[in-house]
């Protein structure tokens, strides 16, 4: 008997799984910043004791927002993702996906219409925890 | 209508094999169940009709205390008229839901042989208690911090009807002895908040917001 309550606990444990962490292959986007204006940009710093470094910049192509984070690297974590938000935290966000990769050159779509003045921070933030990783004030 | 047809099954058996039935047991379990990231610990006690020739139905009520904890889980929209489309939910995100639960339930078992029960249980009524959680409202490509407190009433409807916290097992019992049993379940749990407003506006007000967690348990059960 006591190997049969053994072997159902350790299911249960195998039971619950782990969280999914950030590609962390280096990654270079095709977005070219010659060819779009640039709005607003920011250096973005860590969190919460998390390294984040590199440029954050708010390009218009040709009508369309991009944002594009340039020598880019952050801490890996769990389910991070790109936001713009109107606060240094999560209080009101745009979510631009999940992060692609803790290195790299890489652009996301903004939505249409978003309002880049409101929308001025830029966030490396782990949505499964809440938890700030990275910022930038874009100005 | 679950609830419905449950209780209708249930009295119908009772009148049709009431010069039958002549025996009640009682249960008590205590049982602990875990999922991705989440787990609940549930008390119940149920009174059993044994019905049938051979007496192996056991049909009856009783009441379940289930308390629910969470580390980062996702609430969708909970009205049925939101919750039966997809394209019309949104969720929100809590990093500690926690919910305490008391419900009454219905329960249908079947002992195989001395040894071995199987069944199924389920909240029907009760109410919920639990402090007021912060998280985030997550709205497509959208989002902003929000907080709620779970849905103080709970009653099991048809579908996705149903409100506040509810508890259901699929059991298998392995007796050692005529008083105590090991119970095996897989738990399907229902937990919900009502956020401080209507955070949801579109494409109609919402403020509940219900999580459904699949999760595998194991407990003790003794007869009186």
Same mark, same amino acid.
């Given at each position: 008997?006591?190997?049969?309550?053994?072997?159902?606990?350790?299911?249960?444990?195998?039971?619950?799984?782990?969280?999914?962490?950030?590609?962390?292959?280096?990654?270079?986007?095709?977005?070219?910043?010659?060819?779009?204006? /640039?709005?607003? $940009?920011?250096?973005?710093?860590?969190?919460?004791?998390?390294?984040?470094?590199?440029?954050? $910049?708010?390009?218009?192509?040709?009508?369309?927002?991009?944002?594009?984070?340039?020598?880019?690297? =952050?801490?890996?974590?769990?389910?991070?993702?790109?936001? /713009?938000?109107?606060?240094?935290?999560?209080?009101?966000?745009?979510?631009?996906?999940? /992060?692609?990769s803790t290195t790299g050159k890489q652009s996301y779509e903004?939505?249409?219409?978003?309002?880049?003045?409101?929308?001025?921070?830029?966030?490396?933030?782990? $949505? $499964?925890?809440?938890?700030?990783?990275?910022? =930038?004030?874009?100005? | 209508?679950?609830?419905?047809?449950f209780l209708l099954l249930f009295f119908s058996i009772v009148?049709?094999?009431?010069?039958?039935?002549?025996?009640?047991?009682?249960?008590?379990?205590?049982?602990?169940?875990?999922?991705?990231?989440?787990?609940?610990?549930?008390?119940?006690?149920?009174?059993?009709?044994?019905?049938?020739?051979?007496?192996?139905?056991?049909?009856?009520?009783?009441?379940?205390?289930?308390?629910?904890?969470?580390?980062?889980?996702?609430?969708?929209?909970?009205?049925?008229?939101?919750?039966?489309?997809?394209?019309?939910?949104?969720?929100?995100?809590?990093?500690?839901?926690?919910?305490?639960?008391?419900?009454?339930?219905?329960?249908?078992?079947?002992?195989?042989?001395?040894?071995?029960?199987?069944?199924?249980?389920?909240?029907?009524?009760?109410?919920?208690?639990?402090?007021?959680?912060?998280?985030?409202?997550?709205?497509?490509?959208?989002?902003?911090?929000?907080?709620?407190?779970?849905?103080?009433?709970?009653?099991?409807?048809?579908?996705?009807?149903?409100?506040?916290?509810?508890?259901?097992?699929?059991?298998?019992?392995?007796?050692?002895?005529?008083?105590?049993?090991?119970?095996?379940?897989?738990?399907?749990?229902?937990?919900?908040?009502?956020?401080?407003?209507?955070?949801?506006?579109?494409?109609?007000?919402?403020?509940?917001?219900?999580?459904?967690?699949?999760?595998?348990?194991?407990?003790?059960?003794?007869?009186?």
């Amino acid at each position: 008997m006591k190997k049969i309550i053994f072997g159902l606990l350790a299911v249960l444990v195998l039971a619950c799984g782990a969280e999914d962490a950030t590609p962390t292959a280096p990654v270079n986007d095709t977005f070219d910043p010659t060819k779009a204006t /640039l709005l607003r $940009q920011g250096n973005l710093t860590g969190s919460n004791n998390y390294k984040v470094s590199g440029v954050a $910049q708010l390009y218009n192509e040709n009508g369309k927002l991009v944002l594009l984070l340039d020598d880019f690297s =952050s801490s890996n974590g769990p389910d991070l993702r790109v936001y /713009l938000s109107t606060t240094s935290g999560a209080a009101s966000f745009v979510n631009l996906g999940k /992060l692609k990769s803790t290195t790299g050159k890489q652009s996301y779509e903004i939505p249409a219409g978003t309002n880049l003045t409101e929308f001025k921070f830029v966030l490396i933030w782990c $949505q $499964q925890f809440s938890s700030l990783f990275g910022k =930038s004030e874009t100005n | 209508m679950k609830l419905l047809i449950f209780l209708l099954l249930f009295f119908s058996i009772v009148a049709a094999t009431s010069a039958q039935t002549s025996s009640t047991v009682n249960y008590g379990s205590i049982t602990g169940a875990i999922g991705n990231s989440q787990g609940s610990i549930s008390i119940d006690y149920f009174h059993l009709w044994k019905l049938g020739t051979a007496k192996k139905i056991e049909i009856g009520v009783g009441g379940r205390f289930t308390s629910y904890f969470g580390s980062n889980q996702y609430y969708s929209s909970a009205p049925a008229a939101l919750a039966n489309d997809v394209a019309k939910t949104d969720s929100i995100l809590l990093g500690s839901p926690q919910v305490n639960a008391i419900n009454l339930a219905v329960n249908l078992g079947y002992r195989l042989s001395p040894k071995i029960g199987l069944g199924f249980n389920i909240d029907a009524l009760g109410f919920t208690l639990g402090s007021k959680k912060n998280g985030t409202y997550l709205n497509g490509t959208q989002g902003e911090a929000t907080s709620g407190n779970p849905t103080s009433f709970n009653v099991l409807l048809v579908g996705n009807n149903d409100r506040g916290t509810l508890n259901s097992e699929f059991y298998a019992r392995y007796f050692f002895n005529e008083k105590l049993a090991i119970k095996i379940a897989y738990q399907f749990l229902f937990t919900e908040y009502t956020t401080d407003t209507q955070i949801q506006q579109a494409p109609e007000a919402n403020d509940r917001f219900r999580n459904k967690a699949g999760l595998f348990s194991l407990g003790i059960t003794k007869q009186f």
